[in-house]
């Protein structure tokens, strides 16, 4: 039987719950996964809880630590939303990257055809996300929406992000 809070330490033991489940939470300290945290309903963010709960956490959180947010919508679920991501202060570039991972194993897991963003930080650029394999997608006036497509075809397991 599983709960409504469940944490995933191991994602080849935890492959059914990470399948089955819409909604969770990546978490990487240190370029190592933590866990995925999975939760019964979708994160939902509004702007003051973003601007002021994100600047507090980043400023005063555990140290190289990335938070990264999830969701399968109903609406559309051969595609997993990065809804969005927090970092501490002095989180590495290897530690945010471990967290893409992470995310890129679950939609392999899922089996999803896509991932897809809406950028707000300027600090993330056009060119790195081509670099990383995203695509501009949808082109609006106040947004910035990505989509990296798998359709079948994922890049290579990378069995060290289920080490820590």
């Excluded at 492959?15 to 979708?42: M, Q």
Aim: glycine share 4%.
């Amino acid at each position: 039987m599983r709960t409504i809070f469940e944490k995933i330490t191991d994602l080849e033991t935890g492959a059914d719950s990470l399948a089955a489940r819409r909604y969770g939470l990546i978490e990487v300290v240190s370029g190592s996964l933590v866990a995925v945290h999975l939760r019964p309903f979708p994160k939902m963010i509004s702007l003051p809880e973003f601007v002021s709960v994100s600047r507090r956490y980043h400023a005063r959180g555990r140290a190289d630590r990335c938070l990264l947010y999830y969701n399968q919508p109903r609406r559309f679920p051969d595609f997993l939303a990065l809804r969005y991501v927090v970092s501490t202060r002095g989180t590495s570039f290897g530690t945010c990257r471990r967290a893409l991972d992470v995310l890129e194993e679950i939609a392999r897991i899922k089996r999803s055809d896509a991932l897809l963003c809406d950028v707000a930080s300027n600090r993330v650029s056009d060119r790195l996300m081509r670099r990383w394999g995203w695509e501009a997608h949808k082109p609006q006036r106040w947004h910035r929406n990505f989509i990296k497509r798998f359709y079948g075809q994922y890049p290579p397991s990378r069995d060290e992000i289920t080490e820590r």
